[in-house]
């Protein structure tokens, strides 16, 4: 007999953004019961409990996860979920300073209609990117600017939100200076200085809602955007250029897609993933076509 999966697990962060998970607590598990279901909570803390918890738990009792926090919490438990070999959908509640993974798919912002998403039906594949030997959902970056949401302080983000990244990335500008990279695909090698890449597979990262455009997040590949060595003056003029998703034909921005790259450097250079620090170079980068599956509102997302 077919078990019953009438259970979900809520994996939640409940320091994320502003704290408004601590304010809907119980209304999500209110929602989650009326729909008869059994709620199995589970606090976020850096990764090993939900791990364990996963590598632990009998899927066919689950009919879903919702995980509740920003993009850092959300990769936290799509890393778990990929080494535990778990296959249930993932809801996503967002709840972080940007967001960037929910605003790919256009959720609510309103928590009754967020919660009608989570519990439905409508869901769509998307692709999970690999970085040595770590998974991410949205972005990894490299070098300066990009990766402001590591330097931005907390309170800061969380006071004013998005704008926080801007205002940093804007004093990081003098003291930024160009590094050596080799970019190395199955399809060409690029070699030169860059201020700073983003190897995406959504289309924004640390609030910059346009950085990669064109990105879609099922398409078996990766959009890689480095940002080449240029005269300073020519900088800031692009940074308003990435707030307005126009320098993908700026001469000085190299754009390509690609299924695989490794990133090599003679230099120590810091690494994000997902707004987290992230692995030591070199980097080898690869996709898992279509490995996860997320709810989405039926109402704005448009299916391939």
């Known amino acids: 007999m077919e078990k019953k999966k009438n259970k979900i697990l809520l994996y939640y962060n ?28 589970v606090r976020a803390a850096k990764g090993r409990i939900i791990s364990k918890v996963l590598e632990d738990i009998d899927q066919t009792e689950f009919s879903r996860i919702i995980a509740a926090g920003g993009d850092g919490t959300i990769n936290l438990c799509v890393n778990a979920m990929v080494k535990n070999d778990i296959n249930l959908p993932l809801a996503i509640l967002p709840a972080g300073t940007a967001n960037d993974f929910a605003y790919y798919f256009e ?17 769509t594949k998307v692709d999970v990117g690999v970085v040595n030997n770590r998974n991410f959902i949205n972005v990894a970056a490299m070098g300066a600017l990009i990766d402001v949401s590591q330097k931005t302080d907390p309170t800061l983000k969380n006071a004013i939100g998005v704008l926080a990244y801007y205002l940093k990335a804007l004093t990081e500008i003098p003291q930024i200076r160009a590094l050596p990279v080799k970019l190395i695909t199955p399809e060409k090698t690029y070699e030169g200085e860059v201020y700073f890449m983003v190897v995406m597979n959504g289309e924004s990262a640390g609030g910059f809602r346009k950085l990669s455009p064109q990105s879609s997040m099922n398409d078996g590949l990766l959009d890689v955007i480095a940002f080449k060595k240029m005269p300073m003056v020519e ?48 980097l080898h980068f690869s996709v ?3 490995r ?13």
């Open 14 to 41: 409940a320091y994320s953004g502003s704290g408004v998970f601590k304010n809907n607590l119980d209304r999500i598990v209110e929602r989650c019961q009326r729909a008869g279901y059994q709620v199995v909570p």
């Open 107 to 123: 959720l609510p912002s309103d928590m009754e209609l967020l919660l009608d998403v989570a519990l439905g039906e409508k869901s």
């Open 235 to 282: 900088l800031a003029p692009l940074l308003f250029e990435v707030v307005n998703g126009r320098h993908p034909n700026n001469r000085n921005v190299l754009c390509f897609q690609t299924e695989s790259m490794t990133i090599e450097s003679p230099e120590d250079i810091s690494t994000d993933i997902d707004g987290e620090h992230g692995e030591k170079l070199p």
């Open 288 to 290: 898992l076509h279509e």
């Open 292 to 304: 996860l599956e997320v709810f989405v509102s039926g109402d704005t997302w448009h299916y391939d």
